[in-house]
Every structure is written in structure tokens, then in C-alpha cells.
């Protein structure tokens, strides 16, 4: 059976979405970290962002007001992995355009990867790259960190790639307020 990629109104659709949940959101208070329902990390969203639930995912989605159509946004997932950090993001940093090539994606570009450390401490991990995803250009700034029992977290932070660069500092700077807290 051949695959077919997702038609322009399911993306449509997930556009409308995160921009309707984005416009209905309750605020929060400046300076007001988001602490994770398990209270094993924090970190301050960028101010004037807003935090919100979105279906599917664990924990909230932070999002700016919409530039271009596409709302910047970050989001966090969880993998359970016993390699080491280090180890985790080398066969991330790997795969990554490996799986663009098979996907047929053609704007697939490595930015560059980095060691990244937060203001308490915690060391990670920054790779960035841009990606076509539904026939928009967007750079990806991810975080990786190392979370309690094998986690990784891994936090990314997207926005459409014309003015990308702009964000850098933005995310830099939320990601450096990240705080993993003890089991």
C-alpha cells in the first residue's frame, strides 16, 4: 500500500487548532514558571507567552502570538533510555537527517549542535536544524537533559525559519532557566 503524506487540510486543521487554543488560553502571571504535573522539572517560558494543554501531549505547550501563520511554540516529550545523555544525543544528532532523507524531505539543513548548561546546573544538549514540515520552512532549536530514571527530555522549540534566528536568544534564555528537580 503506498503512503501518502497528510493531506493540506488535516495541517490546516492542526494550524487552527493551536491557534484557536493559543486565542482562548487562560493567561498566566509574568515571571511564572512552568513547573511539570509530576514536579520533576521547571523552567520560565519567554514572557508573554502563553502556557496551555494540548491533546496528546503530557505536558503543556508554551506559544507566542502567531508570526506568519504558525505560532512559535515549545514543547516537551519524555523518552525512557538507559544510554547516557551524551550517547542519546549523538544517535539523535545521527538520525535526524537520516530520517528527513527517507521522508523525501529535501529542506532538511543541519544548523549545529552544542553542550548547553542551565542556570542550576543541569548540563545538556542543543542541536538545531531546519525542516519542510507541510510545505512550510521551520528551524528547530532541541534541548536535550537528562531526567530522573532514564528520561531524556527533550525540549523543542519551533518557529518558521525566515527570521528564526531572531528566536535564538529567546529560547536560549528560557532553556536556561530549566530546573530538574530530585525524584
Same mark, same amino acid.
Given at each position: ?9 488535516l495541517? %490546516? %486543521? ?11 488560553? #487562560? ?8 513547573? #511539570? ?23 503543556? =505547550? #508554551?506559544?507566542?502570538r502567531? =508570526? ?9 516529550t ?9 550517547? !542519546?544525543? /549523538? ?16 529542506? !532538511?539543513?543541519? %544548523?549545529?549542535?552544542?553542550?548547553? =548548561?542551565?542556570?542550576?546546573?543541569? $548540563?545538556?544538549?542543543?542541536?538545531? !536544524?531546519?525542516?519542510?514540515? *507541510?510545505?512550510r ?8 537533559f537528562? *531526567? ?10 519551533? =518557529?518558521? #525559519?525566515? *527570521? $528564526? /534566528? ?7 534564555g ?10
Open positions: 500500500m503506498k503512503s501518502c503524506p497528510p493531506p493540506k487540510s495541517t %490546516l %486543521l492542526a494550524t487552527l487548532l493551536l491557534l484557536t487554543t493559543f486565542n482562548n488560553c #487562560a493567561g498566566r502571571g509574568p515571571n511564572e514558571r512552568y513547573v #511539570a504535573p509530576n514536579d520533576e522539572f521547571s523552567y520560565l517560558p519567554p514572557p508573554d507567552w502563553q502556557l496551555f494543554d494540548y491533546p496528546g501531549l503530557k505536558y503543556k =505547550v #508554551a506559544a507566542s502567531p =508570526v506568519g501563520g504558525f505560532a512559535p511554540n515549545i514543547n516537551v519524555e523518552v525512557v533510555d538507559p544510554a547516557s545523555l551524551d550517547e !542519546f544525543v /549523538e544517535r539523535e544528532a545521527r538520525a535526524t537527517p537520516q530520517i528527513a532523507a527517507q521522508e523525501g524531505n529535501k529542506n !532538511f539543513s543541519f %544548523l549545529n549542535q552544542s553542550k548547553f =548548561v542551565t542556570q542550576s546546573g543541569p $548540563g545538556g544538549h542543543k542541536l538545531a !536544524f531546519l525542516r519542510d514540515e *507541510g510545505g520552512l521551520l528551524r528547530h532549536s532541541i534541548y536535550f537528562e *531526567g530522573n530514571n532514564s528520561k531524556k527530555l527533550i525540549i523543542t522549540c519551533t =518557529v518558521p #525559519a525566515d *527570521g $528564526g /534566528e531572531a528566536y535564538d536568544q529567546v529560547f536560549d528560557s532553556m536556561k532557566t530549566f530546573k530538574l528537580n530530585s525524584p
